[in-house]
């Protein structure tokens, strides 16, 4: 577990874009449909047990929460997205919300999209690498609760949807990960130190092909 992760503290929440942080330094953002293990996933690896708390209802919580690592450093826990309740106008201002926050936000450095490995791709995850595939962000692919399937079905799953994304133009790493079993946390964080500048060799050990 790289300790310089477990630093990290809420910093602010916003729900439009006058809200958010100055856009300096640097950050990397979570994006996940609802119920995908996101808030769970970011817990881990900060190893702290409720810095980014789960919704009692999913898809309800509308607010971007930022997170401070130091000083120039910071990780964006983005709203849930896809579940089927949210109304209409709520699933708007998602949406413009979300467009000005990946389409504008110069720190931005990479995203990580979350998704379960048992229901990878949605339309929504589709959407969302869309998007980073149009603003030219670096991606990584977080396949949650592979604790739910076996570890070849697993790497099976994250060789197929590296496969599909390279097929549709985009440049992407993909993992399997588990919140429950801490597995994957050691990838996932070589992700993150590269793009938050903490390594000087950038090392993507994660499935990539």
Known sequence: MNPF?????????????????????????FAGRSNAGKSSAINVLCNQR?????????GRT???NFFAL???????????YGYAKVPEAMRKAWRKLMEHYLGER??????????????????????MLGW????????HVLLTKADKIRRGPAMDTARQVARALGDAGIEATVQPFSALKRE?????HGILDQWLGLTAEPEARAASE
């Open 106 to 127: 110069a720190c931005l450095k990479g995203l990580v999209v979350v998704m379960d490995i048992r229901h990878p791709l949605t339309d929504h995850d589709w959407t």
């Open 184 to 188: 994957g946390v050691e990838d996932a």
């Open 70 to 80: 130091d000083e120039t450093r910071r990780l964006v826990d983005l709203p849930g």
């Open 132 to 139: 980073a595939r149009e603003r030219g962000l670096a991606v």
């Open 5 to 29: 992760y477990q630093q990290a503290r809420f910093l602010i929440s916003a729900a439009r874009p006058d809200g958010f942080p100055a856009d300096e330094g640097m950050e990397v953002a």
């Open 62 to 64: 509308q607010l971007i």
């Open 50 to 58: 409720a810095l980014a708390r789960t919704s009692k209802t999913p």
